[in-house]
């Protein structure tokens, strides 16, 4: 019988080529999740719950994503798996996930996202726990404060200084 996919592969590996197609989707079980990303764990919980990622390439030129950094579709090309780090507030169908590893993502280097799932978020400061969330400029996540419409998930714990990164629940829809 064959393994699961993500048995057999380092997910918080940094790759210099695909090695899967871009924007191919897995999900790996909760007690999984939270061995491959501890930091999604509340205390004493042992299951996040299931979490989505998705493969993408940093198609910027010059700057890396970082842990907790939301990404965007590149829309240069608009091409499936070519992803940058967000610039604004973005409609959640142009998010495709948030990086949650700690090596930073350079220009032109492969890695996972999670898409949907429980996972930290790079605050600008402004993260309320229970607060609906939504990106900001340089790949952070704020507050919801007037458009609803853009949230892409919900902080699980407050994010009160620039650069922390809060527990939170992402639901991003692009790809």
Same mark, same amino acid.
């Given at each position: ?67 907790? %950094?939301? /990404?965007? *579709?590149?829309? @240069?090309?608009? =091409?499936? &798996? ?51 969330i939504t990106t900001t400029s340089a790949g952070q996540i704020t507050d919801v404060s007037?458009? %609803?419409? /853009?949230? *892409?998930?919900? @902080?699980?714990? =407050?994010? &009160? ?15």
């Open positions: 019988m064959t393994q699961p996919f993500y048995l057999t592969n380092n997910l918080d590996t940094i790759d210099t080529t695909a090695r899967y197609e871009l924007g191919k989707t897995i999900t790996i079980p909760g007690s999984l999740w939270a061995d491959f990303c501890p930091a999604a764990l509340a205390s004493g919980e042992d299951d996040p719950g299931d979490a989505v990622l998705v493969y993408g390439i940093n198609d910027e030129a010059s700057a890396s994503i970082n842990q907790g %950094e939301v /990404a965007m *579709i590149d829309t @240069a090309d608009y =091409a499936r &798996g070519n992803f940058k780090r967000s610039t604004g507030v973005i409609a959640p169908q142009r998010v495709p996930g948030v990086y949650q590893w700690s090596t930073a993502l350079a220009a032109g280097e492969y890695a996972w996202f999670l898409q949907k799932g429980v996972g930290v978020g790079d605050s600008n400061g402004s993260v309320t726990a229970g607060a609906q007037s458009n %609803e419409w /853009a949230a *892409i998930g919900v @902080a699980h714990a =407050a994010g &009160g200084s620039s650069g922390d990164l809060p527990r939170c629940f992402f639901d991003c829809r692009g790809g």
